[in-house]
Structures are given as structure tokens and as C-alpha cells.
């Protein structure tokens, strides 16, 4: 099956950093991907959507100037959160949308467990 | 806009016996449905989906979904529990086979226990 890795795994940082994540596909090509984040113990919320090639679309009450997304390639899409606080430490998990014909897939990445202290 | 219920944070079912997670949802239009798992400090898996067609779906490690347009329902069971399936599981909702143009809108979860 598909595999979608993220990088690093785990970040710690200190408050007023800023943290790039990394999303890629390893062995297919993904026009769209997506951003998650988790907090403990709740759901994922959809942050963004990736597009290659253009700008990302933000959800409602997210700051795109503060979570910058960049798809500059098929396989590679980057989070970085600017200026990081503590209320950004959480869980962030991208995933990564294929077409085969008719029929879509979408599969997640092992996330990324931000730390701001 | 789309949404999703899971009942119950928390279930806790022995070993063997039958594992049934509720899940209900809202849709404007004819859902996509899906099961995901998350293992401790993992990513998500999929477990399975329905888009159309048999609405009874099979998964993967023996859980089976069914969907039920008149109860706007989705509940996966399992018929006998095992210690591995001890994980955190979503359901989730989109208007597209994959994840449609604005991404999967999950619901909140339900941590699964499995006493021995």
C-alpha cells in the first residue's frame, strides 16, 4: 500500500520558534494534502488543504500567517508553525490524497508530536 | 456542513466477547463513510469504508461496518474482541470517495479496552 511519511516524529521547542514539518509520499504522487491536528485525547481537525502549485485553503479559524503550508512538489508538503506557543504543542498528522481512475484514497502519515515549552 | 457522533469515550468489552462502536452522522449529501484506527502514539489506519453499493462493508483484523441510511448510522462491531484491538478508533464522514475537497470531518473518538 501507499506510505506517507512525516518528519521529524517528535519536536521540542522553545516559545517564539518556529517548527517545519515535513509530509511526503514515498511511493506515489499526491496533487492534495491535507493537515490534521489532534489534541490529547480529542479528534482530528482539519487545518488545511494542500493543493501542488497553489496556495493551501485554510479552515475556518485557523491563521494561515501562523501555520505556513507549502506543496512545492508532488510528493512533498511542509507545515510550519511560526512563532510557536504552547498552545500550539499537539499532534500533527498529514495525509495524502491519490487517483486511481475513478477512484480516490487518502492515507495518513504517522503525525508529528510538537512540544512548545 | 457534515458531522459526526460517536457514543461513548470510552468502551470496555472482554476478551471474545463482541466489540460494537456507535457512530452516527449528518450529511447534506450521500455520505462516505469511514473507520479509522489509531494506536498509541501512531498515525491512523484505515479500517474500512462504505461509498456505495453493499452496505454492509468488511474491514481489515475482522471489524464490519454497516450503513444504515435511516438511522444515519455507522456502527462497527467486531464479533470477538482480542487484546491487539485495544487502540483508539474514529469514524469519519467526507462527500467524496477519498476525502473530497475539504478533507475528512471525524468525530471524537472512542478509546476501546479490552479486559482479559
Known amino acids: 500500500g501507499a506510505v506517507v511519511s512525516q518528519h521529524p516524529s517528535r519536536v521540542i521547542c522553545k516559545s517564539g520558534t518556529s517548527v517545519k514539518i515535513e509530509c511526503r509520499s514515498l511511493?506515489?504522487?499526491?496533487?492534495?494534502m491535507f493537515w490534521y491536528r489532534q489534541f490529547p485525547k480529542q479528534s482530528l481537525m482539519l487545518m488545511a488543504t494542500?493543493?501542488?502549485?497553489?496556495?493551501?485553503?485554510?479552515e475556518q479559524g485557523v491563521e494561515k500567517d501562523k501555520f505556513l503550508i507549502n506543496h512545492a512538489s508532488l510528493t512533498l508538503s511542509t507545515l510550519t508553525v511560526t512563532s510557536a506557543h504552547p498552545e500550539d504543542s499537539s499532534f500533527y498528522i498529514c495525509s495524502a490524497r491519490v487517483q486511481r481512475g475513478a477512484k480516490e484514497t487518502q492515507y495518513f502519515g504517522p503525525g508529528t508530536r510538537l512540544l512548545v515549552l | 456542513a457534515q458531522s459526526v457522533t460517536q457514543l461513548g469515550s470510552h468502551v470496555s468489552v472482554s476478551e471474545g466477547a463482541l466489540v460494537l462502536l456507535r457512530c452516527n452522522y449528518s450529511?447534506?449529501?450521500?455520505?462516505?463513510l469511514f473507520w479509522y484506527v489509531q494506536y498509541p502514539n501512531q498515525g491512523l489506519q484505515l479500517l474500512l469504508k462504505?461509498?456505495?453499493?453493499?452496505?454492509l462493508v468488511k474491514g481489515i483484523n475482522g471489524f464490519e461496518a454497516e450503513f444504515k441510511k435511516s438511522e444515519t448510522s455507522f456502527h462497527l462491531t467486531k464479533p470477538s474482541a482480542h487484546m491487539s484491538d485495544a487502540a483508539e478508533y474514529f469514524c469519519?464522514?467526507?462527500?467524496?470517495?477519498?476525502?473530497?475537497?475539504?478533507?475528512?470531518?471525524f468525530g471524537k473518538g472512542t478509546h476501546l479496552i479490552i479486559q482479559p
Open positions: 494542500s493543493n501542488e502549485g497553489s496556495k493551501a485553503t485554510y
Open positions: 462504505y461509498t456505495t453499493g453493499a452496505t
Open positions: 450529511s447534506s449529501v450521500p455520505p462516505y
Open positions: 469519519a464522514v467526507s462527500d467524496s470517495t477519498g476525502g473530497g475537497a475539504d478533507g475528512l470531518t
Open positions: 511511493d506515489f504522487q499526491a496533487t492534495t
